[in-house]
């Protein structure tokens, strides 16, 4: 047989083989590309239901904190709070402070800033109502100033919640609208909350 025949031979079956392992590569690389975009959007997914999971339960842990030193300070007002009434602000805070600190890792930065005003001031908030069941406020301190400072709370977590639901996508109406602020029925009116803490003459804390 001629040589240069069979080296043709050789040269088109190389070339056969060559192009079927570049095509298989191809196909490869492909199947790779598919299978990371199919990790990365599963990835996204986890991501966003593990802060929306997480949202949820710092937002309601902050209204049950905020709702729970309104609580207490009605039981300051009418009498001398008991263990049960300590413990029950006590472990409302520490199960919103848990939650927060998973919010740390978690939550973006348009998140954490509003989320982490509404923690400092639930935090000198809670402050202020220990000192005063302690008998021990600082100067200007009162059941109404804490009230006060107590009713800002629920602007701070309705800050939060929008900040939130932007993250997740869902903030506003069809259309494009903005959705509309919610009132927590725990807020009331500052008027109202004010007068339930009228300082009288025997002191702050009657």
């Not at 030193?69 to 300051?76: A, G, I, K």
């Not at 709070?81 to 600190?101: F, H, M, V």
């Not at 954490?112 to 021990?136: D, M, S, W």
Request: hydrophobic letters at 35%; a neutral charge; charged letters at 30%.
């Amino acid at each position: 047989m001629d040589v240069g025949a069979v080296l043709i031979a050789v040269a088109g079956v190389a070339g056969t083989l060559g192009g079927a392992l570049l095509t298989q590569r191809g196909a490869d690389r492909a199947k790779r590309r598919e299978l990371e975009m199919t990790q990365a959007i599963q990835a996204a997914r986890d991501n966003r239901e593990l802060r929306r999971s997480c949202y949820s339960e710092l937002h309601r842990d902050a209204r049950q904190f905020a709702t729970a030193l309104s609580r207490h300070l009605y039981v300051m007002r009418d009498r001398t709070p008991g263990d049960e009434d300590i413990r029950a602000l006590e472990e409302t805070k520490d199960t919103y402070r848990d939650r927060w600190s998973e919010a740390l890792m978690i939550a973006p930065d348009a998140v954490i800033a509003p989320a982490h005003e509404l923690n400092e001031t639930l935090t000198r908030v809670h402050g202020q109502v220990k000192r005063l069941e302690q008998g021990n406020p600082r100067p200007g301190e009162s059941l109404r100033s804490a009230a006060d400072a107590q009713h800002a709370l629920w602007s701070l977590i309705d800050t939060m919640r929008e900040a939130m639901r932007r993250d997740l996508g869902v903030a506003g109406e069809a259309g494009g609208e903005p959705a509309r602020r919610s009132q927590s029925p725990s807020a009331g009116d500052s008027t109202a909350l004010s007068r339930d803490f009228m300082e009288t003459r025997e002191g702050p804390n009657s």
